[in-house]
């Protein structure tokens, strides 16, 4: 079956520290690629999002995110994260022939100190 | 922020009752979803709608039932509510489907005692 791992589920940086989450999924082929993030109360929204063309994204806040096809994953990076920065990110797959249905990843929680 | 409204926001009820949740759109766009979101388990598909009344089951239907009359409006009803369905329930548009991206309402809170 098709899945998304993430397996950070709890982070805690302090604040100029650099973020890497990791973001695999299990099948092949053509792929679209997002990162979402939640923050505390709020809906989700969209951070970036990979189809096709270069695989390094650059998305809302100074968030990036490298597609490495070969490994089958799409790891979200930031350079020096910020208290603000506190929140839930999700990695989500969309598989071609889907109807654009997503599937999601159990998410991250960001934690970053003062 | 995309035009999705939901309603209620927040509810209380018993086990046992019908509940429906309401995802309204002013986007005009074809296709809606919806979501539960449970700790460790991110979001996971309930049902999804790719027009006026076409709809699908996602990954976790069972106990769940939709309906759209209208583009406008997507219905999420839970027959006859259990505790394993307090969750959040989110909403999702997109217009075009595989090419594009979803963008979620600000949720339901349901609680079922």
């Known amino acids: 079956a098709q899945s998304v791992s993430q397996h950070n589920h709890h982070v805690i940086l302090s604040e100029a520290a650099s973020l890497e989450l990791g973001c695999n999924y299990s099948y092949g082929g053509t792929v679209n690629l997002f990162w979402y993030v939640q923050y505390p109360g709020q809906h989700l929204q969209l951070l970036l999002k990979y189809f096709s063309g270069d695989p390094l994204v650059k998305g809302i806040k100074g968030f990036e995110a490298e597609f490495i096809k070969s490994k089958f994953s799409f790891n979200l990076r930031k350079p020096s994260v910020q208290w603000s920065d506190t929140a839930e990110y999700f990695c989500a797959v969309n598989w071609p022939g889907t109807a654009s249905k997503l599937t999601f990843g159990t998410g991250t929680r960001l934690q970053v100190t003062l | 922020d995309a035009g999705i409204t939901q309603s209620p926001r927040h509810k209380v009820t018993e086990t046992g009752t019908p509940v429906t949740l309401r995802c309204h759109q002013t986007e005009n766009h074809r296709y809606m979803y919806w979501y539960r979101q449970d700790p460790g388990h991110g979001l996971r598909l309930i049902h999804y709608?790719?027009?006026?009344?076409?709809?699908d089951k996602g990954e976790v239907s069972d106990g769940y039932s939709v309906s759209r009359s209208k583009t406008e409006d997507f219905l999420l009803t839970l027959e006859s509510a259990t505790s394993s369905q307090t969750s959040v329930y989110f909403c999702a548009i997109s217009t075009t489907g595989e090419t594009d991206t979803q963008y979620f309402g600000p949720g339901t809170r349901l609680t079922v005692l």
């Open positions: 709608s790719y027009g006026v009344k076409d709809t």
